[in-house]
């Protein structure tokens, strides 16, 4: 999503990409699945610190103060869900964000690209034969922006376009 799709769909437009967003459809229809998935992702990251470091005295709170750079929750009749966002010292974030519903998924024609990897992630499940540059599954590109074309456009020639303004927030 984003930045990062941007980036597949056009490689040389100059604007690279600064995080990672990656989104999730879940059910979230209580506060109890909000903080299972948040601890979920805390517990993880106790998977990525390195080898030598003593896991068991390293608490979730201490992880969320060291990596989570957001949490954010939203709770309203249209939008249901939460973001995520993990930072590192370069200032290069992954932003996980697990969405029950949402009203408006993107700001500008230019953020609305997703890479939609469900293809892929069903590939590693369930082939035995290994990818290669000739075997592999397709990942599809879309925007949520409704027209694709167009939005591809205003990517590829740095336009600046959005529909409903008064839908953004923040």
């Known amino acids: 999503n984003g930045s990062a799709?941007?980036?597949?769909?056009?490689?040389?437009?100059?604007?690279?990409?600064?995080?990672l967003d990656l989104i999730f459809k879940v059910d979230l229809p209580t506060e109890a699945e909000f903080q299972l998935v948040r601890d979920?992702?805390?517990?993880?990251?106790?998977?990525?610190?390195p080898e030598g470091v003593n896991k068991e005295k390293i608490s979730r709170v201490t992880l969320k103060e060291a990596y989570v750079q957001k949490l954010v929750k939203v709770c309203t009749d249209s939008d249901?869900?939460?973001l995520i966002s993990l930072s590192n010292k370069d200032g290069r974030n992954i932003e996980l964000k697990f969405v029950n519903s949402i009203r408006r998924q993107f700001e500008f024609s230019v953020d609305s690209f997703q890479i939609i990897l469900d293809s892929l992630l069903f590939y590693y499940d369930c082939s035995e034969n290994p990818m290669s540059e000739h075997f592999?599954?397709?990942?599809i590109g879309e925007s949520v922006y409704g027209d694709?074309?167009?939005a591809l456009d205003h990517l590829q020639n740095k336009l600046i376009a959005t529909k409903n303004p008064e839908e953004i927030r923040g």
């Open 40 to 49: 979920v992702v805390l517990g993880s990251l106790l998977n990525f610190l």
């Open 80 to 82: 249901h869900w939460s």
């Open 148 to 150: 694709f074309e167009a």
């Open 136 to 139: 592999h599954p397709t990942v």
């Open 5 to 19: 799709a941007s980036h597949v769909l056009v490689k040389d437009n100059g604007l690279g990409c600064k995080d």
